[in-house]
């Protein structure tokens, strides 16, 4: 699977992006799906995931209410639609294909086997 990260940019506090990460090579509709992020000085971190079928979600903390997490299997295509952005928002975001096609989604980085090469995402004050 290669996956391919767009839709970052320079936005002010309290605008909105929607990231995009498209998906080709082998299967994708099986896997799940995630966002991760890497901010300035700090470690990479789970945002978002979605389940192969799109079904099932799961955000961090801190972006739960403010970040959707979506898919469309027939353009393999996940989305990561994200509202009331905060400078702390800032990162390189990363769109990842899990390894196991249980079900599940997974918030560790270590489930996770195809990244995309990421996109910047800078939020003003």
């Known amino acids: 699977v290669q996956l391919q990260a767009f839709g970052g940019g320079l936005v002010q506090a309290g605008g909105s992006l929607r990231l995009s990460c498209a998906a080709s090579g082998r299967t994708f509709t099986n896997k799940a799906m995630g966002w991760f992020r890497q901010g300035p000085g700090k470690e990479r971190e789970f945002v978002a995931g979605?389940?192969?079928?799109?079904?099932?979600?799961a955000y961090t903390d801190s972006v739960k209410g403010r970040f959707t997490i979506s898919r469309d299997n027939d353009k393999n295509t996940v989305y990561l639609q994200m509202d009331s952005l905060k400078p702390e928002d800032t990162a390189v975001y990363y769109c990842a294909a899990q390894r196991v096609t249980d079900g599940s989604i997974s918030s560790s980085s270590r489930n996770y086997n195809y990244w995309g090469q990421g996109t910047l995402v800078t939020v003003s004050s």
């Open positions: 979605i389940s192969w079928s799109g079904v099932g979600t």
